[in-house]
């Protein structure tokens, strides 16, 4: 069965790190494009950060520039969330996903609309 599952969510202190995992199951991430989302409650989903297949355009939200990190495993099993300096408004549920049509081509990386394949999501809470 081909799936994303998430996981490295959990509660943390402001100014804590976290390392989201994006597994694939039934599948190679080599040529896709991934993308890490959250959605607080009461809020729209967010594009977080994402990578295309060439890692030749990273993206990263404006709020969390300079603090999160995505990136690869050799084996392009995995994509990952390195999110360091954890603030509040971090909390959220996180979601990664994969572009398996092409189609952040036209939509753009940062759009959940380019993604067809979702995780379940981790949740993240950052408080003292």
């Known amino acids: 069965q081909v799936q994303l599952v998430e996981s490295g969510g959990g509660l943390v202190q402001p100014g804590g790190s976290l390392r989201l995992s994006c597994s694939a199951s039934?599948?190679?991430?080599?040529?896709?494009?991934i993308g890490w989302f959250r959605q607080a409650p009461g809020k729209e989903r967010e594009g977080v950060s994402c990578?295309?297949?060439?890692?030749?355009?990273?993206y990263y939200a404006d709020s969390v520039k300079g603090r999160f990190t995505i990136s690869r495993d050799n084996a392009n099993t995995t994509v990952y969330l390195q999110m360091n300096s954890l603030k509040p408004e971090d909390t959220a549920a996180y979601y990664c996903?994969?572009?398996?049509?092409?189609?952040?081509?036209?939509?753009?990386?940062?759009?959940?609309?380019?993604?067809?394949?979702w995780g379940q999501g981790t949740q993240v809470a950052v408080s003292s």
């Open positions: 996903a994969a572009d398996t049509l092409g189609a952040t081509v036209v939509t753009g990386e940062s759009s959940g609309a380019g993604y067809d394949l």
């Open positions: 039934g599948f190679t991430l080599d040529y896709y494009a």
């Open positions: 990578i295309n297949n060439a890692e030749s355009r990273i």
